[in-house]
């Protein structure tokens, strides 16, 4: 079973990652990998979703139990699908005016052939999770940023 953790340190309040990382629906616009989402259920404390992942000819789709305990962590955890087991952790510590990240992801595949593909990728797509995720709430802080220096007439 890979585990891999990434950490990093970005410029943002706790609130601002935890609220890209929470916003499950937007997902196929940034997350490698992820072509589709649908929520069955939504509120403060949890969401119920599909998420349908592809890399190369595969297309897999799963559901998750995704705990949000804002601002501090993200708990993702599969419930449905093709994986025996799947954990991706999301922590939020605010340090100074910064906050650091800390992701962990924890997965197997119930089919051997899909596991051993997977691992072949994994380091390279925890990686660049965190990068996408990193992009993401970089450019809606950008754009936010733009709408209060130029607000529209």
């Known amino acids: 079973m890979p585990r891999h953790e990434e950490q990093a340190t970005l ?3 706790a ?17 490698p990998w992820c072509s589709g989402v649908h929520i069955h259920r939504e509120d403060q404390r949890e969401i119920v979703a599909d ?14 139990q995704i705990a949000l305990d804002r601002p501090r962590q993200v708990s993702v955890r ?15 510590t605010p340090t100074g005016g ?18 051993h593909v997977a691992n072949g990728m994994f380091h390279e797509a ?6 996408a995720f990193e992009s993401r709430v ?6 936010r940023r733009h709408a209060t220096q ?3 007439s």
């Open 78 to 92: 599969a419930i449905e699908g093709p994986l025996e087991h799947l954990t991706n952790t999301w922590t939020f």
């Open 51 to 64: 998420l349908v992942i592809g890399f190369g000819p595969f297309q897999e789709s799963f559901t998750s």
């Open 15 to 31: 609130d601002e990652l935890f609220t890209v990382v929470a916003n499950v629906k937007d997902y196929p616009l940034f997350v």
């Open 11 to 13: 410029a943002y309040a």
């Open 138 to 143: 970089h450019l809606l802080h950008m754009m």
């Open 150 to 152: 130029h607000p529209s």
């Open 126 to 131: 925890a990686t660049r999770m965190m990068s």
């Open 98 to 115: 910064a906050t650091h990240v800390d992701l962990i992801v924890d997965f197997q595949f119930k089919s051997h052939l899909l596991d």
